[in-house]
Every structure is written in structure tokens, then in C-alpha cells.
């Protein structure tokens, strides 16, 4: 079964400066997505940036990338020139290609909760 | 255009009683997924639809718990005999489906406490 392990459970950064948060994941898959997720005091989950595991490239989505390390099954995001409006819970998740009875469900890290501060 | 609702936002019941909390998915999104977030928590996958698909059951933590989604639209999450360790924030999320994942669209949840 594939698991997605989330080792902080709190950062800290200030405002205007870099923040790297980190995921790791387990998997015998090879074909896969792999996702952040915020999740504000208003418990909207949204979407944060996707990354498709058989792209060597690392996703970018404006001030947020990633780094992508398959062999190493790493993931982690960072979050360049940090905003008050990035203090949020930050979910890491696994989502497998594998057209299988159960493989199409979202796995998900426990957060780590990211302060902002001015 | 509209996004994925959900109620009730809260719900305070006794232990024991049953509750029934209901989602609203995006108009055309195939995919349905229910998520527990209990207290510090991630989130705990329940079930998932896909179109006329046999749901994904295997998140469900006991046989307290079901869920029926009615003419591919509206889901309704149903626990019964909820005891204290139910308490937890529900999620629905909705998305297009398919074998390529396409962007998961949350609600804002229902807060169910068990007394």
C-alpha cells in the first residue's frame, strides 16, 4: 500500500522569504500524481500544484514549485517570496495511475501547518 | 459557477443517534470522493464514485458507515449509531474523473460532533 509521510508538522517563515516544505511517499507504482494541497482557517481545500510522476521537469505554478526526486521518492514544495495569505495547512498527496478496482483514491499526508510572519 | 456544497457546515448529535450528511458536487463532475479530517489530522479517504462505477468502499472504517450517490449527483453520507470517536470534519470533494486525475473541487465540510 502505498503511504505519504509528512515529517513537519509545523514551519515558520517570514514574510517575503523562501519556505520548503518536504513530503516523502512509498510506492511500488510507477505511474503516478502527485499533489499539494492548502487548506486555510477557512477549510477550503484548493489545489496547489500537480506533478506527474514519469515528467522529469518539476512543476511551477507561480511563486510555488517543487522539487521531484522519483529514485528518492521525495516531493517537497517551495513556496518563494512567502505572503500572509500563504499561512494555510499544507497537505502532500499520492494518487495512482493504476487502472485497478481502488487505486483511483486520494492518499493523503497528515500537514504541516505554515506560519507567516510579518 | 457554483461549487461543491455541503450540509449541514455543523452538526451536534448524541451518541448513538444517526446522521446523515448530504454533498452537492459540481454539475457534470463524474468523480465524488468523501474525506474524514479528524483533529490534527490528514485526511482519511471514506469512499469515492465514478460515474456508474461500483463505488470504492474500502476507506470506510466500519459498517456504521455508508454512502449513496443518486442518479450521479447528490451523495449522502450516512452514520449510524455514531459514537465519540466519529467526531471529525467531513469533506466532499468532486472532480471530472477518469483515469488522469483531474482537479479535486472541495466543499467547505460539515463539523460533526459526537456528545
Known amino acids: 500500500a502505498q503511504t505519504v509521510t509528512q515529517s513537519q508538522p509545523e514551519m515558520s517563515v517570514q514574510e517575503a522569504e523562501t519556505v520548503t516544505l518536504s513530503c516523502t511517499y512509498d510506492?511500488?507504482?510507477?505511474?503516478?500524481?502527485l499533489f499539494w494541497y492548502k487548506q486555510p482557517p477557512s477549510r477550503q481545500m484548493i489545489l496547489v500544484i500537480r506533478?506527474?510522476?514519469?515528467?522529469?521537469q518539476n512543476a511551477t505554478e507561480n511563486r510555488f514549485s517543487v522539487n521531484f526526486q522519483k529514485a528518492a521518492k521525495s516531493f517537497s514544495l517551495k513556496i518563494s517570496d512567502s505572503q500572509l495569505g500563504d499561512a494555510a495547512m499544507y497537505f502532500c498527496?499520492?494518487?495512482?495511475?493504476?487502472?485497478?478496482?481502488?487505486?483511483?483514491?486520494?492518499?493523503f499526508g497528515t500537514g504541516t501547518r505554515l506560519k507567516v510572519l510579518a | 459557477g457554483a461549487g461543491v456544497s455541503q450540509s449541514p457546515s455543523n452538526k451536534v448529535t448524541e451518541k448513538g443517534k444517526d446522521v446523515e450528511l448530504r454533498c452537492d458536487p459540481i454539475?457534470?463532475?463524474?468523480?465524488l470522493y468523501w474525506y474524514r479530517q479528524s483533529l490534527g489530522q490528514g485526511l482519511e479517504f471514506l469512499i469515492y464514485?465514478?460515474?456508474?462505477?461500483?463505488?470504492?468502499k474500502s476507506g470506510l472504517p466500519s459498517d456504521r458507515f455508508s454512502a449513496e450517490r443518486t442518479g450521479g449527483s447528490v451523495s449522502t453520507l450516512t452514520i449510524q449509531r455514531t459514537q465519540q470517536e466519529d467526531s471529525a470534519v467531513y469533506l466532499c470533494?468532486?472532480?471530472?474523473?477518469?483515469?488522469?486525475?483531474?482537479?479535486?473541487?472541495f466543499g467547505p465540510g460539515t463539523r460533526l460532533t459526537v456528545t
Open positions: 498527496a499520492y494518487r495512482s495511475l493504476v487502472p485497478a478496482p481502488g487505486t483511483y483514491k486520494y492518499i
Open positions: 464514485f465514478q460515474g456508474n462505477s461500483a463505488p470504492d
Open positions: 470533494a468532486s472532480s471530472l474523473g477518469g483515469r488522469v486525475p483531474n482537479e479535486q473541487y
Open positions: 506533478q506527474e510522476a514519469y515528467k522529469q
Open positions: 454539475s457534470g463532475h463524474t468523480a
Open positions: 510506492t511500488s507504482e510507477s505511474d503516478y500524481y
